[in-house]
DNA sequence: CGAAGGCTTGATAGACCTCAAACACAGTGG
DNA sequence: CCACTGTGTTTGAGGTCTATCAAGCCTTCG
């Protein structure tokens, strides 16, 4: 654990401002938090069910995820969280996660005491309304996510996965070309749509054969981004970015 | 839509207090909140998406749901509702309903206005506090629903969300018997974990022949509570109870 | 360069969906 | 009180989709 780091608060701010409109002393009391920063390699359990930490933490670079495990072995995958996400903010109110967070690829997570974060929204009730709007948007892409597993098919889950991954993407990065880092193993996938590996890979392979997108070297580029959306019955609205953007 | 009414005031009291515990203060603020009460035959819409209602509802009495449906015909129910519940707090900070509601049964729904809601909060951090948490653990919710439509059985679907059920019934309900109104169709729990309404009727036989539960004339009883959670691979501690009750 | 892990490909089995018809049940009107 | 109707449920049969297993291949990394 380092102390401070101007970048994970250049993170955090630009984040907060993808979701709500700030005011000048809303942004220097974000920039005020008293941040800790930790580094992960692959596979590394950042937070396990269970766990009552006394910090909330959000991704300032790599990838994390968070999962469920079932007594008969079953993982489920719950989200994946790109810089900016909070993963844990429920841990303020609920005290005690449902499930374990684990870092996907080589990552750096910052941390936050929950005494200065109560502090921070007690003084200043819109930033209190961002943290708590924004663990209400993660609620909207739950239930997104559920009526992926619930009805869709395979293919439009995952071209639905891609959808969302490239429009988080774009809400806190610059605008870039439609390509981003894509380091998920298929096992991961599959534990996130509710699939095997082996169908993960034949319909990535489908994807990619019909035009929408291309990957390599845990790199993903949007070939098709009309067909894609269209596939996965993608509709941005429940990701309530302040610009809905336009690809 | 009729003014004020103590019953649906004692519903919301009793569910608010089925999460965090309330002072006196808190107490008599949550009693004078402005409602009006509505009463919805079954199948009638309480709620379209993309809705932007002016308040925030909770249920009264009878059974509410939430559901996306998909371009391609398919729907998915995110969310059972019974008295106490608050399926549309998200709109306080979100605006714009993602999904729809509408009730199952004959219900009476209370509605409290954003702007009366907000001056509570605002006055009230504690009360505040309490609603944002009901919020989470809606989250925590949706994360268990999606970790069984992912990686539980057809079987242990239905087993977890009877449990559910009964554990969200003793929480605001008085310590009954291990029955409860159960009026959903097959095609409702179908469209709930991801299934058809054929399977959904098999498997219920299984759980009835397993002498799990019985149910007839829309009333469900539990005849083996460790059994079901056996079969379910349940754990409470999702719903955050304050008493983790035992049946 | 070698080893380990992940990815692809093929074959098989079985779970679940779909379709269709018979059946139960509640509400309605004679 | 009883037929009648509509909605929901059950049962059966067939076909499809997806999991599983197993083997070979490729990539990555030490």
């Known amino acids: 654990m380092t102390l401070v780091s101007s970048e994970a608060h250049a993170v955090l701010l630009r984040k907060l401002e993808s979701i709500a409109l700030l005011s000048d002393d809303e942004r220097t009391a974000v920039l005020g938090l008293p941040l800790t ?14 766990d009552r930490p006394a ?14 495990l079932l007594p008969s072995g079953g993982r489920q995958i719950v989200g994946f969280y790109i810089p900016g996400d909070l993963p844990d903010l429920l841990t303020l109110h ?34 209190a309304a961002a943290f708590w709007r924004e663990t209400l948007i993660e609620g909207a892409i739950f239930r997104e996510w559920l009526t992926g597993l619930g009805r869709r098919s395979p293919y439009g889950r995952i071209a639905h996965l ?63 981004w009309e067909g894609l959306k269209a596939a996965a019955e993608f509709n ?12």
């Not at 109560?118 to 819109?126: A, D, H, I, K």
């Not at 941005?236 to 690809?247: C, M, N, Q, T």
Request: hydrophobic share 40%; with cysteine.
């Open 55 to 68: 910090a909330c933490c959000f991704v300032v670079s790599g990838f994390v995820c968070g999962f469920k």
């Open 94 to 127: 609920l005290r005690a996660m449902d499930h374990s967070l684990s870092a996907l690829a080589r990552s750096r997570v910052a941390f936050m005491p929950h005494q200065a974060l109560s502090e921070l929204t007690g003084r200043q009730p819109g930033l």
């Open 37 to 50: 920063v930790k580094d992960y390699r692959a596979d590394q359990t950042i937070l396990q069910d269970g």
């Open 236 to 247: 941005p609205a429940y990701l309530r970015l302040r610009s809905d953007p336009v690809l």
């Open 162 to 224: 891609i959808c969302e991954l490239t429009l988080k993407h774009k809400a806190v990065g610059p605008a870039e070309a439609p390509t981003f880092r894509f380091p998920f193993t298929r096992q991961e996938l599959a534990d996130a749509v509710g699939l095997s590996k082996v169908h993960i890979s034949r319909i990535l392979q489908e994807l990619r054969s019909d035009g929408l997108i291309r990957c390599k070297r845990k790199q993903l580029w949007i070939n098709d």
